[in-house]
Every structure is written in C-alpha cells, then in structure tokens.
C-alpha cells in the first residue's frame, strides 16, 4: 500500500478519545451523538478504570470529548486524574460553558490544547444549525483572546454544502479575531444531516475540492499554525484499495464510549455492535497496546453514501492538513 505524504495524518501517535458522556447541552440539526438515547455520563470508576488501561497500553495522547464533556460533572477532576498520569489532555467542545460559565473556564489553563466547535462559516448558518448556542462572534472572540493569552485553542468549523463562497472572509474573520488554528469538518450525510432537504449533497464533493483550493491558493493560509480540511470524498486514489483510506488503519484512535465499551475510532462508538473490548476486560489495556496493524474491516460508514457518486467512497475520518507548523 503506498500513501502519498500530503495526505498522511499530521501526528500518527497512538490517541484515544474519552466520551465522558452522551449529553450535550444544544441540539445541533447535524449531530450523529444527539440521536442517541442518553446512556448517562461515565462514571468515575469508569473513568478511573479508563484512564489506568488507556496509560497502561502506552498512549499519552488524551481528547476529552462527547456529547458535551463539560457537562459531565467530573470533567476538569478527569483531566487531574489525566495529568497524574502524565497525559497531555485536550477538549473539544462547543463553548457554551466556557463561554457562560465561569466555574468551567479553570480547565482551560490544564488543558493541552482545546477545539472549541462553530457550526457554519456566517453567523447565520452558525446559529441555524445549532439554535440556542452561544453567537458565532462570541465564540471567536472568546476563543482569539484565549489565543492571545498563549493557551493552545483552535477552532473546528463544521462545513455544510452551499458553505464555499464564505471560506475567505471566515478565515480573515479568525485571524482578526487572533486565532491561527483552524479545522474545517464536513458535515457528513448521515445522523439528522441527512434529513436537511436543503443541502445539495449530490455536488458537495466538487464544492469541497473548491473549497481546498480556496485555503491551499488563498496567501491567508500562511498565517495559520493549523488549518486542515476533512475530505471524505476523494482520496481513493491515495489508496491501493478504497478501505485503505480508513484512518483507524493508520493510526490508533481508541474511542472509549460512556458504558466503558473500546472502538477502533470515533465514529464507530455510535454502533455498539462495534465495540472490540469494554476497559473492563482484564486484557484491556493489551489490546489497546497491541502493535499489529489492524485489518481491513467492513465500516458502516464506508459507503457510497452519496447517490451517484460511487467512484467518491473513502473514509468519513479522512483529512488534508494544509497547513501545520511544526512547532505547534
Ligand atoms: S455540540 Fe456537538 S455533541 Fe452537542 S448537539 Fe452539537 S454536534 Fe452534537
Ligand atoms: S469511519 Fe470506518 S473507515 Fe473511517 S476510520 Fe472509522 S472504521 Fe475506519
């Protein structure tokens, strides 16, 4: 299997993603978690329990996330417990506590770095797909001046189709808010997305390749620390074989559901058919560990999943780093 360089992930360290909990505190029209019945936060044995088999196995790398872990009412001793153990943590989150909640804002200074989500490149697309979160403006402003104060903050923007002619001026908008570290995920067909009768999914795919023109040409990319942009579409060709692209194949992503279950990534902890241990299991922490490459496996979500475009299959996960310093 060969893989071209660009397309390789920018840090292949092992990390694993704790879902302190299912609940959130908005309703984005998008979400894949929301549709879930609430299975409760994590609990703290859990939690404990988690954190002992994920350091056991040897990874350092830590993402707090959810649903909303900042509801979860443990989180920052979650990221105490982590730092004992010698974890560099990160959040994502969508803001709405930090943002209106002082006592959540002592995290931030613990953490390794933090994604604070914006759902739409404009205000109004922002506000449409997550109704009752806190103003796009808000967010960056909030988001620039933690920026400013040194802690490592970036914010991960949700691409809708439709979204390619606003690219330019979010980006001038981040920077003049003092933000260098930007992440654009587009949304995929599947959860409540895939009810939006409004989206032209059908050419999404070619609104996205303008759409990595437009941050590969555009001189404003320099002045990003980060600035990546999800393309599940279109990097077959990087593969020998489309599965290939799967990139739980080419980096660990162990992803710790709420119940303790272990999936191979993120996306899949939303089939609990999927779960290849619990932390529970006295090998846990040896198949966290384990060396061998995974195999090839048949994903859900690997599908044509948009109409007419069956030559546009790859993984949902995969993503281009434009641009990533170094030294971040
Ligand atoms: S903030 Fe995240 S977890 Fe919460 S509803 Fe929105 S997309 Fe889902
Ligand atoms: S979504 Fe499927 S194809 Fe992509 S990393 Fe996860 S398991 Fe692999």
């Not at 909030?142 to 400013?148: E, N, P, T």
């Not at 920077?175 to 654009?184: E, K």
């Not at 060396?291 to 993503?319: E, I, W």
Request: aromatic share 8%.
């Amino acid at each position: 299997m060969q893989i071209r360089p660009p397309l390789l992930d920018s840090a292949a360290e092992p990390c694993a993603f704790l879902f302190l909990t299912y609940a959130c505190n908005l309703a984005c029209r998008h979400c894949y978690i929301g549709d879930r019945a609430p299975d409760g936060h994590m609990e703290e044995a859990t939690i404990i329990r988690a954190l002992h088999v994920i350091r056991e196995a040897g990874i350092t790398d830590l993402r707090l996330t959810g649903g909303e872990p900042t509801v979860h009412p443990l989180v920052f001793q979650t990221v105490m417990w982590a730092k004992e153990l010698d974890f560099r943590v990160r959040l994502n989150t969508n803001g709405l506590l930090l943002l209106t909640d002082a006592r959540t804002r002592p995290l931030v200074p613990e953490l390794a770095g933090c994604w604070i989500s914006v759902f739409g490149l404009t205000d109004e697309a922002h506000q449409r797909m997550s109704p009752g979160g806190p103003p796009l403006g808000h967010v960056l402003e909030f988001a620039g001046a933690l920026a400013a104060k040194g802690h490592s903050i970036g914010v991960r923007c949700l691409l809708m189709p439709g979204a390619k002619d606003g690219v330019h001026s979010f980006l001038t908008r981040c920077l003049n808010a003092g933000l260098a570290r930007v992440r654009f995920v587009p949304v995929q067909r599947d959860g409540r997305a895939s009810l939006d009768a409004e989206m032209n999914w059908v050419s999404w795919p070619t609104e996205l390749e303008e759409i990595i023109r437009t941050c590969t040409d555009s001189p404003l990319a320099r002045n990003f620390d980060i600035l990546s942009v999800g393309n599940p579409f279109d990097l077959t060709d990087q593969f020998d074989a489309p599965t290939d692209s799967c990139v739980a194949r080419r980096r660990k992503l162990w992803s710790i559901a709420p119940n303790g279950d272990v999936f191979e990534c993120c996306l899949l902890v939303t089939d609990r058919e999927c779960a290849v241990a619990s932390v529970w299991d006295p090998s846990a922490a040896r198949t966290l560990g384990a060396v061998d490459p995974f195999l090839p496996r048949k994903c859900r979500f690997f599908t044509p999943y948009l109409p007419g475009t069956p030559t546009k299959q790859s993984c949902p996960m995969s993503s281009l780093d434009l641009r990533v310093k170094t030294h971040v």
